[in-house]
């Protein structure tokens, strides 16, 4: 549903299954940005992040947590931005728009 959302504000979306289908989608098609759950089936997203910086790429992260450590593990894993859940789509554009500030 947020990939629709965030659609239809715009922007192109893609969505994978799991963690380690994400790491392909990212090194397959490079985005500009990648929204990031910390926990994925598979691979949690900490994981994910670290695994993409590994491979060189510095895609800006948007992770999206409910868990209160989510803002100190998204900085941990080098993530651009954070956005605290439940939230608005508002915020989450607003998140978007900061990170692909910093990732320009």
């Known amino acids: 549903m947020l990939a629709e959302r965030i659609a239809h504000a ?8 799991d963690g380690f289908r994400a790491l392909d989608v990212v090194l397959e098609r490079e985005p500009d940005l990648v929204l990031c759950d910390l926990y994925l089936p598979n691979q949690d997203g900490e994981t994910f992040i670290r ?3 590994a491979a060189g790429k510095r895609t800006p992260v948007v992770v999206m947590s409910a868990a209160f450590d989510g803002a100190v593990i998204a900085q941990r894993a080098e993530a651009t931005g954070f956005l605290a ?8 554009l607003a998140a978007i728009e900061r990170a692909m500030a910093v990732g320009r």
């Not at 715009?10 to 299954?17: F, P, S």
């Not at 859940?85 to 989450?92: E, L, N, R, T």
């Open 85 to 92: 859940k439940p939230f608005q789509m508002s915020d989450a």
């Open 10 to 17: 715009g922007y192109r979306t893609a969505v994978a299954v």
């Open 51 to 53: 695994r993409l910086r």
